[in-house]
């Protein structure tokens, strides 16, 4: 059973296609295992062992091959148990179920409507690599609407300083004190489409607002490094990887450009009225957070006055607050998070608008019969059914006090928290600031007041520029010069990049060893886990007294598996 625990990610996802086994071999002679009314055909070993092996490297020998197969056994009936205790019938698997297929049809959908489209270039390419080799410094003016973007816009095409404008737009307070400064970035640092926008504006340039996760930005670009060896040689060795890169960037895109193409197209108009009493409820169910926390069934808590409002209407009808709510619980808390007006919740109506139309354009055109749907569909159920039954086999498993006592004993060293050093830091983007931090710190300034005057790392900034404490491991090269400096000292700068760098020793911490209470339930989880292959396996044979299985293991040693 071990093979099966060290290899169960990979092999849990190949076999779910593959285990949709039919009832009735068309030729008994290429049957390897019979469970119950279910069978195991030479196809579908050699195609769960192929994918397997590709992943996994290991040796094709008689004790993989019976591995593989036993695996195979053994997940068919634990599917069976699965379906028995009614894991595959409820409402928590209806809901998987449903969501499963939505999110299945909108894949298909995807790849069949929307990917081929995209188009990679040379020019493409070139850019891509250009810009890998690019540091832009950037200042950005943050608004959470559209309408307050293009009133902020206004303003500097009438002159106002952006710094001045943006010390005034943030609440953050290094966003606010340096003027909405965000320093050097390349890409992937920023949102795509602030990245887009700022490698496609020149030094002093302002852009247009530019629709960003949340809300919109102004950009002004004030400085661009670009790496002035590149080279042809360097674009071919690199070419693959760019393109791979670029495809997925593109694809994005034109996903977002579908969505907002086909919300016009669709007609997407709202009720004001609904959508602000419906904004109003929602944040009255996340009391002190500045997002929605949507998690509710259907009608579930929501006034009948308030379930009965129109809230959107297009091409696809009329929704209700109630058709929405209905919609809406398939999405992810992840999907919500960026709700904070009701700008955004309208954006968010409208995505499952168009949503729902991509779902019925699929149905139409039967995607769920594609090979991919159901590929995808059987991994994820499988996955999902086999999970539920794992957690209520882990969940029966006793583990008593004085086991977990004795595994703390035998493993001291494991709860072992080693010696740390607890740092600050103050970042700046140029050698001139730095000499100017480096100025101040030696004549006596405090390390915190300047961390959150000319730090450009914000997340530092904001406290006082403490990072946390680290291990000497976890310093990696550095661990050795870090625990040498005595506790109050600084030193820097320290060259990374484009970036420079002042560290402050803040205070040092002894290893300590945790407290068996603090640890108990930790070590309680593991015995679980260390315990879920024999109780699987006990789970196995008694299935087996119960469902016949024969498996034909002398006719594994003659299946042809081509190799490569």
């Known amino acids: 059973m071990k093979f099966y625990r060290k290899h169960h990610g990979y092999l849990l996802l190949i076999v779910a296609l593959f285990l949709q086994c039919s009832k009735t071999a068309q030729d008994s002679s290429t049957v390897l295992a019979v469970i119950g009314d279910y069978t195991i055909t030479e196809d579908q070993f050699v195609q769960v062992f192929t994918d397997f092996k590709q992943k996994a490297s290991f040796q094709d020998n008689g004790q993989t091959r019976r591995q593989v197969l036993a695996q195979m056994v053994q997940q068919k009936l634990l599917e069976m148990e699965a379906e028995k205790r009614g894991y595959t019938r409820d409402a928590v698997a209806e809901f998987e179920r449903k969501r499963l297929e939505i999110q299945g049809l909108l894949n298909e959908y995807f790849a069949t409507y929307i990917s081929p489209k995209v188009t990679v270039t040379e020019a493409d390419l070139k850019e891509y690599f250009v810009r890998f080799n690019t540091r832009i410094k950037a200042r950005h003016i943050f608004a959470p609407t559209r309408q307050k973007a293009d009133s902020l816009y206004r303003l500097l095409k009438n002159g106002q300083s952006f710094v001045r404008l943006a010390s005034h737009t943030f609440t953050d307070p290094v966003l606010k004190k340096n003027g909405g400064l965000v320093g050097y970035f390349t890409v992937d640092e920023m949102h795509p489409n602030f990245e887009d926008a700022a490698f496609h504006l020149n030094v002093g340039e302002i852009s247009r607002p530019v629709k960003i996760a949340g809300g919109y930005s102004i950009i002004k670009v004030e400085d661009k490094i670009v790496n002035p060896l590149l080279t042809e040689s360097e674009f071919a060795r690199k070419k693959e990887q760019l393109r791979r890169y670029v495809v997925f960037r593109k694809r994005q895109q034109a996903a977002a450009r579908f969505v907002e193409q086909k919300r016009q197209e669709l007609g997407v108009t709202f009720y004001p009225a609904g959508v602000q009493r419906l904004f109003a409820f929602l944040k009255q169910q996340s009391p002190g957070d500045a997002n929605l926390q949507f998690r509710m069934e259907p009608g579930t808590g929501v006034p009948d006055s308030l379930l009965q409002m129109p809230l959107v209407k297009s091409d696809l009808g009329e929704w209700t607050v109630q058709t929405f709510l209905e919609k809406a619980r398939f999405t992810s808390p992840s999907e919500w998070k960026w709700i ?96 100017t931090v480096e100025r101040l710190l030696k004549q006596g300034a405090d390390f915190a007041a300047l961390a959150r005057e000319y730090s450009q790392r914000t997340a530092s900034a904001q406290r006082d520029g ?44 002894p290893g300590t060893t945790q407290p068996l209470e603090q640890v ?45």
């Open 340 to 435: 904070r007006f009701p700008e955004h919740l309208e954006e968010f109506i409208a995505g499952l608008v168009v949503r729902e139309f991509m779902l019925k354009e699929a149905q139409k055109a039967k995607l769920a019969e594609h090979q991919s749907f159901q590929k995808y569909f059987n991994q994820h159920w499988t996955d999902f059914v086999l999970t539920r039954l794992e957690d209520s086999v882990k969940a029966h498993i006793a583990i008593p006090e004085d086991a977990i006592l004795a595994y703390y004993e035998a493993n001291k060293e494991k709860f072992v928290v080693p010696p740390r050093v607890c740092l600050r830091e103050i970042v700046v983007e140029s050698r001139e600031k730095a000499q």
């Open 466 to 509: 403490r990072l946390g404490c680290f291990s000497r491991a976890q310093l990696k090269t550095m661990g050795d010069r870090f625990f040498q400096q005595p506790v109050g000292s600084w030193f820097g700068p320290l060259q990374q990049k484009s970036a420079y760098i002042f560290y402050k020793i803040d205070d040092k911490r």
């Open 520 to 564: 108990k339930e930790d070590i309680r989880e593991t015995l679980r886990y260390m315990k879920m292959d024999d109780a699987l396996k006990q789970l196995t044979e008694r299935l087996k007294q119960e469902i016949p299985v024969k498996v034909y293991w002398k006719r594994l040693r003659t299946v042809e598996i081509k190799r490569g």
